[in-house]
């Protein structure tokens, strides 16, 4: 199935009143990931903010969490940029990956998402700039501390790779981990192109 039937799919998927409500999931956490080729970023980042649009005018409040700027926040509340800038210079980004790994701590991460949950009644969650948070943070650590964090709302994972509803594996070539609580939306073959 090419991708294009796949987000109109999701689409439809998203708007089912059995979704938004949840049922059928039992005790299951509400997580869900869209997987995707990461050649179709683009592509997904557009479908991304045309659903925001779309739902919006159905009242069905999305919270678009962007992963990667959220971390950059966190990073930014404690390191000044220009800090980090010429860390980086001075010593190299694999340097710098070793130091800013130990500041951010899953508990920060789950605050500004409290934080953010709490400023509006939202309906679904979205959670996509996985891949451009890579290596900083793992999908698989943060997707299984939220769980106490969000639990009450469909929670959408835009994952540039593939999952398997065991494992995930990031741009199809980084195994990230083994995780099985999610609920795979949307089925897929690879595109051969």
Do not use: C
């Not at 409290?114 to 679904?124: G, R, V, W």
Request: glycine content about 4%.
């Amino acid at each position: 199935m090419k991708i294009e039937e796949r987000i109109d799919k999701l689409n439809k998927e998203l708007q089912e009143n059995r979704f938004l409500k949840m049922k059928g999931l039992g005790n299951e956490v509400p997580f869900y990931i869209f997987d995707y080729p990461p050649k179709k970023e683009l592509l997904i980042r557009e479908t991304v903010v045309k659903l925001k649009d779309s739902f919006l005018k159905k009242d069905i409040q999305i919270l678009e969490i962007d992963l990667y700027k959220l971390i950059l926040s966190i990073l930014f509340e404690k390191i000044p940029a220009e800090k980090i800038v010429e860390y980086e210079k001075k010593k190299g980004s694999g340097e710098l990956l070793e130091r800013l790994r130990p500041v951010l701590k899953i508990d920060m991460i789950n605050e500004k998402i409290t934080s953010l949950l709490s400023s509006k009644n939202y309906d679904i969650i979205f959670l996509t700039g996985i891949g451009n948070a890579w290596p900083l943070i793992r999908s698989h650590k943060v997707l299984n501390n939220l769980q106490s964090v969000v639990s009450s709302l469909p929670l959408i994972v835009f994952y540039p790779g593939h999952y398997t509803k065991y494992e995930l594996s990031l741009f199809g070539k980084f195994k990230d981990a083994n995780y099985y609580r999610a609920f795979r939306l949307i089925d897929y073959v690879e595109e051969k192109n």
